[in-house]
């Protein structure tokens, strides 16, 4: 779990996963939080491990530290459905070449907007087999060090990530998977802020495909998250 001054959201997120019987190691990551993150995790008993701000590399530094099988990475302002782990787990078993997907994500809140902001998450993780990191990304952790570790980037990790699954067949759509507060629609002009995601996805894809990895810029993280002071999930 990548977090930066999550401090409001984070305990019901991790709440949310230990209450699934099959989790057996909750990793939070913090990119340097001042507010009382930190201490908040150690309440609740889940590891705390440091690192540089920046979600990839954030989550790259807990899959080092992570010790199961399959890796879930859930964003602080997340929370899992009852039930959602046990789902993943079947849908994996059933599909043994497939190294991991996605859930189905819904907001907390849901105005018409919001629902539609889902329905095309949903669409675009289950038939383009691209998710964003709000909808629980999860991989098997023998195929992460397969396709190189996770993506060690400040942002469209994944994207990217799901880009990699993608070369071993069609990424995993699980339903009923994830609530998600809807604060950075909220918080935000809403046409503003589908704009920016749009944008900034259509330029990544771009830039992978013409450019490649090492040629692309790197300004992603600072031209999503400008004036903010919450960007670890």
């Given at each position: ?69 399959v890796i879930l990475v859930l964003h602080a302002d997340t ?155």
């Amino acid at each position: 779990m990548p977090v930066l001054n999550e401090a409001r959201f984070l305990q019901a997120a991790i709440q949310s996963a230990k209450g699934e019987t099959a989790v057996e190691q909750i990793v939070v990551v913090d990119g340097g939080s001042n507010d009382s993150t930190r201490t908040l995790a150690g309440q609740t008993g889940a590891e705390i491990v440091a690192s540089p701000r920046g979600r990839g590399c954030q989550v790259a530094r807990g899959v080092d530290r992570a010790r199961g099988d399959v890796i879930l990475v859930l964003h602080a302002d997340t929370q899992l459905a009852p039930g959602a782990v046990g789902r993943m787990l079947d849908a994996l078993n059933k599909a043994p070449s497939i190294p991991g997907g996605a859930f189905e994500m819904t907001f907390t809140r849901a105005s018409r907007k919001l629902r539609w902001i889902a329905f095309l998450n949903n669409w675009r993780a289950r038939w383009c087999g691209i998710a964003f990191g709000d909808q629980g990304q999860f991989i098997r952790k023998e195929a992460l060090e397969t396709m190189g570790g996770f993506p060690d980037m400040r942002l469209m990790e994944d994207v990217e990530l799901s880009m990699r699954m993608k070369r071993f067949g069609p990424p995993l759509f699980v339903c009923n998977g994830v609530r998600v507060s809807p604060r950075r629609w909220v918080d935000r002009n809403f046409a503003g802020n589908v704009w920016k995601v749009v944008s900034l996805f259509l330029r990544y894809l771009f830039e992978r495909r013409f450019i490649g990895l090492k040629g692309m810029q790197t300004d992603y993280y600072r031209k999503y998250y400008v004036n903010e002071c919450s960007a670890g999930g």
